[in-house]
């Protein structure tokens, strides 16, 4: 699409409004009864099957949306992230993440440069060392094997391993593993309270080793271990994944136990790369090498699905359906699962972090709504608390309901039931409960009203098999290429972050201000300069 031309002053943008106005009046009751439409809106990938029947849409909607994703010139931008273009123009960057689960023998060049022998010799390190410390081979200074292992960092370094370990955990074999990420001290101090420091190993992951969060909580981590261990008990007990050497070396770590990754790897997509350095110890280098499969199996659906079955990229059009055209602002998450209690969080910063953006690729203002606030729960935890909303507030809410056929536990009859919630809110949303309905189950008429359930809430339902590392893969990938079909047809970047920076930089400002007998309080609005003098006189 030229750059003179915005999305919505295209063709395709005009002819989705027209087709938006059209399904005004047809409620999805009726839709969902239409000949052909169950075939015409279900797809199939790596193990996972995308039920999009219950959307405010037809295959018309589809066939329009697609439409729509080849003005906007997707299917050159995904081939331009798999060649190594520099899509990420505000930092003059390739955007490779694709790379991290490439199988050996791939080729995939960044500036000429075949990166995938360079990916699986780090995979290679990183998998030795797992398997040192799972054997018992690493120990720590006092020859006392490790139990736990403590994840150090903030963002993409903390958020994707952390949500894999607890979606993982059936397959939890090795050391313990636990996060600290928020520089509040309770969060480390928690984490510490029960830990033995002989049998503990820190993970610090910081790309530049200056992450202020990060190195606040482990320079504490460093204190607590020296307290009960001396400083000659650091290079046993901490291990870095990072890219500045010298920082890594001062803070006492033997750079031979520095795990590096590339600046074409966003925080947020790289979870898959030496970040997932504490998941591979918990579960396994043969495991993690199962869930990179995953991943891979949806790359390469990706890039060879026609667009109009291809299912990252229906998930994001329809993204777009409801955010552009029928003004949706959020979008719900709710895996029925209790093992990705914190897949919504995760999907929080991909999703957010990526397309929170107000301008175009050229720096212009967009004319359009970008990405929606994300958000969600565990089912069934949700239908008693903001499931109400869904059904009979003002507000229509897309989500994503998951699911899988199979548990990771024994009690099959809890999982019938939890199964039978998921299809039961699907079907719900979708379909309501007319005042007739309400009436025939002999509901007194003054209550009727109250009873009633408007429906054509649209969701999307994503069924697997079973929640292990190669579904857990995949399901990520998926969102993943959601976020880069959405950015291609706003027209944004997906791959920077500046909205992260100016809090950062007030902070380091501020926190000096704060101390009894720090600078005074300058360049502030009266009220912020209110609050640190308040803070000050504690």
């Known amino acids: 699409m030229s750059a003179?031309?915005?999305?919505?002053?295209?063709?395709?943008?005009?002819?989705?409004?027209?087709?938006?106005?059209?399904?005004?009046?047809?409620?999805?009751?009726?839709?969902?009864?239409?000949?052909?439409r169950l075939d015409a809106m279900s797809v199939d990938v790596a193990g996972l099957h995308l039920d999009l029947a219950k959307h405010r849409a037809t295959p018309e909607t589809l066939r329009l949306l697609v439409a729509l994703a080849e003005r906007a010139g997707l299917p050159e931008r995904i081939e331009a992230v798999f060649s190594g273009e520099r899509v990420n123009v505000t930092e003059d960057r390739a955007v490779m993440h694709v790379a991290l689960r490439a199988p050996r023998g791939v080729t995939l060049e960044v500036d000429g440069r075949d990166v995938v022998p360079d990916v699986h010799a780090v995979l290679d390190r990183v998998a030795d060392f797992a398997d040192r410390v799972r054997s018992g081979e690493w120990r720590g200074a006092t020859g006392r094997p490790i139990r736990t292992v403590v994840n150090i960092g903030i963002g993409g370094s903390?958020?994707?391993?952390?949500?894999?370990?607890?979606?993982?955990?059936?397959?939890?074999?090795?050391?313990?593993?636990?996060?600290v990420s928020n520089v509040d001290g309770a969060d480390?101090?928690?984490?510490?309270?029960?830990?033995?420091?002989?049998?503990?190993?820190?993970?610090?992951?910081?790309?530049?080793?200056?992450?202020?969060?990060?190195?606040?909580?482990?320079?504490?981590?460093?204190?607590?271990?020296?307290?009960?261990?001396?400083?000659?008990?650091?290079?046993?007990?901490?291990?870095?994944?990072?890219?500045?050497?010298?920082?890594?070396?001062?803070?006492?770590?033997?750079?031979?136990?520095?795990?590096?990754?590339?600046?074409?790897?966003?925080?947020?997509?790289?979870?898959?790369?030496?970040?997932?350095?504490?998941?591979?110890?918990?579960i396994g280098p043969g495991r993690f090498r199962e869930m990179l499969a995953g991943f891979r199996a949806v790359d390469e659906h990706l890039r060879a699905a026609p667009l109009a079955r291809n299912a990252p990229v229906l998930m994001g059009l329809l993204g777009i359906w409801y955010v552009n055209f029928w003004g949706s602002t959020s979008h719900a998450v709710l895996p029925y699962a209790q093992e990705l209690g914190r897949f919504p969080a995760y999907l929080q910063q991909l999703e957010m972090e990526s397309n929170g953006k107000s301008v175009t690729l050229d720096g212009d203002p967009v004319g359009w709504s970008t990405g929606p606030v994300v958000w969600g729960?565990?089912?069934?935890?949700?239908?008693?608390?903001?499931?109400?909303?869904?059904?009979?507030?003002?507000?229509?809410?897309?989500?994503d309901l998951i699911g899988f056929v199979r548990p990771n536990?024994?009690?099959?009859?809890?999982?019938?039931?939890?199964?039978?919630?998921?299809?039961?809110?699907?079907?719900?949303?979708?379909?309501?409960?007319?005042?007739?309905?309400?009436?025939?189950?002999?509901?007194?008429?003054?209550?009727?009203?109250?009873?009633?359930?408007?429906?054509?809430?649209?969701?999307?339902?994503?069924?697997?098999e079973r929640l292990d590392p190669h579904t857990l893969g995949a399901l990520i990938a998926l969102y993943e290429h959601k976020v880069l079909t959405q950015a291609c047809v706003w027209g944004i970047n997906a791959f920077d972050q500046w909205g992260v920076e100016l809090g950062k930089e007030l902070a380091t400002r501020i926190g000096p201000e704060l101390a009894p007998d720090g600078p005074p309080p300058t360049d502030h609005d009266p009220s912020t300069a209110d609050l640190i003098g308040r803070y000050r006189a504690r």
């Open 4 to 36: 003179a031309l915005a999305i919505a002053d295209t063709p395709e943008w005009a002819a989705l409004a027209e087709h938006r106005r059209a399904l005004e009046d047809r409620h999805l009751r009726d839709l969902l009864d239409e000949p052909g």
């Open 158 to 179: 903390d958020l994707g391993p952390a949500m894999a370990a607890q979606a993982l955990r059936t397959y939890v074999d090795g050391p313990e593993p636990r996060f």
């Open 188 to 282: 480390l101090a928690w984490t510490l309270r029960d830990l033995e420091p002989a049998e503990t190993l820190f993970v610090v992951s910081s790309k530049t080793f200056t992450t202020v969060e990060t190195m606040t909580n482990a320079e504490s981590a460093r204190e607590w271990l020296v307290a009960a261990l001396g400083d000659d008990a650091v290079p046993h007990h901490v291990v870095a994944v990072s890219t500045n050497r010298a920082r890594v070396e001062a803070f006492g770590i033997d750079p031979d136990n520095m795990f590096g990754f590339w600046d074409w790897v966003g925080g947020r997509y790289s979870m898959d790369s030496a970040i997932g350095l504490s998941l591979m110890v918990a």
């Open 377 to 399: 729960e565990a089912g069934t935890n949700g239908q008693h608390a903001f499931y109400q909303l869904l059904h009979q507030g003002t507000v229509v809410v897309p989500a």
């Open 409 to 464: 536990h024994a009690l099959g009859h809890h999982h019938d039931l939890l199964v039978a919630n998921l299809v039961a809110q699907a079907e719900a949303l979708a379909r309501g409960r007319t005042a007739d309905e309400v009436r025939a189950a002999g509901v007194p008429e003054h209550l009727v009203p109250h009873k009633v359930f408007p429906g054509d809430r649209p969701t999307t339902t994503i069924l697997g």
